[in-house]
């Protein structure tokens, strides 16, 4: 088990920018750091969601979500955002909300929502709080997500191995996270192809 979120962060951020034929084998050699089946597949854009009722604008350029709710369990979400030949985003929007460690969404203010921009290699991350579960759904994130000039993604991503995957009519695998315990919490990975 490696030993923090900040470890597999760091880990993350410090891998040089792979080439599809290249991505396989590095996903096969470390797998603590598996890359989600995206655009390696040729030209599967990610699968729209809804954004569902929760959804406020103008969320605040933030990565650090987690002290909006210091008792949840803590995550890092990370990941890429390419085009369909796998050629990173520089600059694309990423944003994120979800519900906290209760099940309820911050319906007045801007609590556990944030946005960001996708760094040279198209990299983006969050520390934030795994969502509790809520009647009706299974846990899962919001994300908007969009390049330059482009066209806006709205989609949800859900966690491997939970219960209600199979009774929510969202759900879809494609849009579950690559996840990885570690000492201080979770790290989850998945690659936006837009």
Same mark, same amino acid.
């Given at each position: 088990?490696?030993?923090? !979120? !900040? $470890? ?22 470390? #797998? &603590?750091?598996?890359?989600? #089946? ?14 569902? *009722?929760?959804?406020? *604008?103008?969320?605040?350029?933030? !990565?650090?979500?987690? *002290?909006? /709710? ?6 890092? =979400? /990370? ?24 099940? %309820? $969404?911050? @319906? %007045?203010?801007? @609590? ?21 579960? $809520? ?9 908007? =997500? ?11 991503? $859900?966690?491997?191995?939970? &219960? ?31």
């Amino acid at each position: 088990m490696p030993s923090t !979120r !900040r $470890y597999l962060l760091t880990a993350f951020l410090s891998l040089p920018l792979l080439d599809a034929a290249k991505m396989r084998a590095f996903a096969q050699a470390t #797998p &603590q750091l598996a890359l989600t #089946p995206s655009c390696d597949d040729g030209d599967e854009l990610t699968l729209e969601r809804e954004a569902g *009722p929760f959804f406020k *604008p103008n969320s605040p350029l933030n !990565r650090d979500l987690h *002290p909006d /709710a210091s008792d949840g369990e803590r995550i890092t =979400v /990370a990941g890429f955002v390419f085009d369909n030949r796998c050629r990173p985003l520089a600059g694309s929007l990423v944003e994120i909300w979800h519900a906290d460690e209760h099940g %309820d $969404y911050d @319906r %007045d203010g801007l @609590r556990l929502r944030g946005h960001q921009f996708a760094d040279a290699q198209g990299r983006w991350w969050f520390n934030t709080i795994v969502p509790a579960l $809520y009647p009706g759904r299974t846990r899962h994130f919001h994300f908007k =997500v969009q390049r330059s000039g482009g066209r806006l993604l709205t989609t949800q991503l $859900y966690f491997p191995g939970e &219960q209600k995957n199979v009774g929510d009519w969202l759900f879809h695998d494609s849009l579950l996270l690559e996840m990885e315990k570690t000492k201080d919490g979770l790290f989850g990975r998945f690659d936006f192809v837009i």
